[in-house]
């Protein structure tokens, strides 16, 4: 029977479609069912912090007016979302962000297979769903890397194509990459890249269409931070943006006040997974680069420089800053395995050969975080008890408070309120807080006046941050108004005298 010509698809084609949907569900299964094992691991400060953020935006504060942080908004935003529709609960926020997770692989599908076709793009996915879920690089976690991905992988889907993106495409790709720097300044690589692409990237090399192209792409950026811009604005913190934005980042970056683990030691812990991300897509990026063979690969292959950039622009060495980085190298790696066929048959055998011993070494590395230790050994391994006697400090904070009842930590343990459910006298949920404002001496002061005109029934002090700006006062405070009431590591939990 002939195939109707009102048909959308023949049946081969259908065939291969939903082979396709299937091992893309496959290989997203594989990843959930891998990263469900770290939802009880402990909530880190950054993670506590940023879903304490939401909690409380979702509560009507705004930032940097009630909540200081040296991050633009949009992530903040994207926690709240989460909370608002997971709840306020660890194991919500870490569900948040598997879904988040899983669309970031179908993205590099989607990307991957635009640049080179389907098999590069299952690779590509596969690849992503292997190398993100390391708990050393906190790929399960809800860090701000993994809300960054999507759009940036969205932006770079629109000029991945081997004919470039047209006006629509240009003006949401950069509507993408605004959205992407409104969560993380570490996006400006990959925008500057794209705009490269859409100036140099014509058909007609002729100035006036390659400004007319970058253009299209400035304004879709350009609408996204004019939108939030004129928000903050109107809510009136647009100047503490600047400050937290600019003015902050710069000190970060600068100064040597917080620092960060050693390179090495990070290089070290997430090697399985750089080396098996590198050994296929660094040489496929430079002979892509080296042969320009088409628009959409010369891309991919620059899309690598500009991620480790990314990673390296905070100036530290945080491990999950290298979430950044696994994308792009998932879908070099896709489309350097799909083009491995095309390799004469001694040279691919040999290729195999080296892929198969550096994959067993990497699982044998990987092997014990995966399948032996528990999350709390995981976070143990990682961080010390640290994370492990906050989840105790919360339960014993929610058994003796109530719900929303203020409670002040003086050190860097953010995650206690949104784990007790407790609020802190805001803006002074982290007393290094202070030390970013714009006036470092009167906030302390006004932090002290806070803790003493209205102190809390619970106060935790951090003996591993004895240098925090206001550290001799609050002990004032505590040894004059408090008394000790139980112990976690290095934090001690002390209690209102008026409350016995």
Not at 189 to 204: D, G, T, W
Not at 468 to 496: C, H, Q, W
Request: hydrophobic content about 50%; charged content about 15%; glycine content about 8%.
């Amino acid at each position: 029977m002939k195939q109707s010509p009102g048909a959308i698809l023949p049946t081969s084609n259908t065939k291969r479609t939903l082979w396709v949907i299937l091992l893309l569900m496959m290989i997203v299964a594989l990843s959930l069912i891998v990263r469900l094992r770290f939802l009880a691991e402990p909530f880190d400060c950054d993670e506590g912090w940023y879903a304490y953020m939401g909690q409380e935006i979702l509560r009507g504060s705004l930032p940097y007016r009630d909540l200081p942080e040296m991050k633009p908004p949009g992530g903040f935003y994207l926690y709240a979302a989460g909370i608002a529709l997971f709840g306020p609960t660890a194991v919500g926020v870490r569900l948040y962000s598997l879904i988040i997770s899983m669309i970031s692989i179908i993205g590099v599908y989607f990307v991957a297979r635009r640049m080179a076709g389907i098999t590069a793009g299952l690779w590509g996915a596969f690849c992503l769903a292997m190398l993100s879920a390391s708990p050393l690089m906190l790929g399960g976690s809800t860090n701000l890397e993994v809300f960054l991905i999507p759009p940036l992988l969205a932006a770079v889907w629109f000029h991945s194509g081997e004919t470039p993106p047209g006006r629509l495409g240009l003006f949401l790709s950069g509507v993408c990459i605004g959205s992407a720097l409104f969560i993380k300044q570490v996006a400006v690589p990959f925008a500057l890249l794209l705009a490269l692409f859409s100036f140099y990237a014509v058909p007609e090399r002729r100035l006036s269409r390659q400004l007319r192209s970058l253009a299209w792409y400035a304004t879709g950026v350009i609408a996204v931070s004019g939108f939030a811009v004129a928000w903050m604005a109107y809510q009136g913190i647009l100047a503490d943006f600047l400050h937290y934005n600019f003015t902050v980042p710069y000190r970060y970056v600068s100064k040597n006040d917080f620092s960060g683990p050693p390179l090495g030691l990070v290089l070290d812990r997430l090697a399985p997974e750089l080396v098996l991300g590198s050994i296929v897509a660094m040489p496929a990026a430079l002979f892509f680069l080296l042969r320009r063979q088409s628009r959409g690969l010369l891309l991919g292959a620059l899309l690598l420089p500009a991620a480790w950039l990314a990673v390296l622009l905070p100036g530290k060495h945080f491990p999950h800053y290298f979430v950044v980085l696994m994308p792009f190298l998932a879908i070099m790696t896709g489309i350097g395995l799909a083009r491995l066929k095309q390799v004469e048959y001694p040279l691919r055998l040999a290729a195999y050969g080296v892929l198969a011993v550096v994959f067993v070494w990497c699982g044998k590395m990987a092997y014990p975080l995966y399948f032996v230790m528990t999350p709390h050994e995981l976070s143990d391994y990682k961080y010390g008890s640290t994370f492990i006697q906050s989840e105790k400090m919360a339960e014993y904070l929610r058994s003796h408070t109530k719900k929303g009842e203020v409670f002040y930590q003086f050190g860097f343990n953010p995650e206690l309120y949104f784990l007790s459910g407790t609020r802190a006298p805001l803006p002074f949920a982290m007393s290094i807080s202070t030390v970013f404002m714009r006036d470092p001496q009167r906030a302390v002061t006004t932090m002290l006046a806070k803790l003493a005109a209205n102190p809390p029934h619970y106060l935790s002090y951090d003996q591993e941050c004895g240098n925090f700006p206001g550290k001799s006062e609050v002990v004032n405070i505590i040894n004059t108004m408090y008394v000790k009431d139980a112990s976690f590591g290095s934090v001690t939990l002390y209690r209102f005298r008026g409350k016995e």
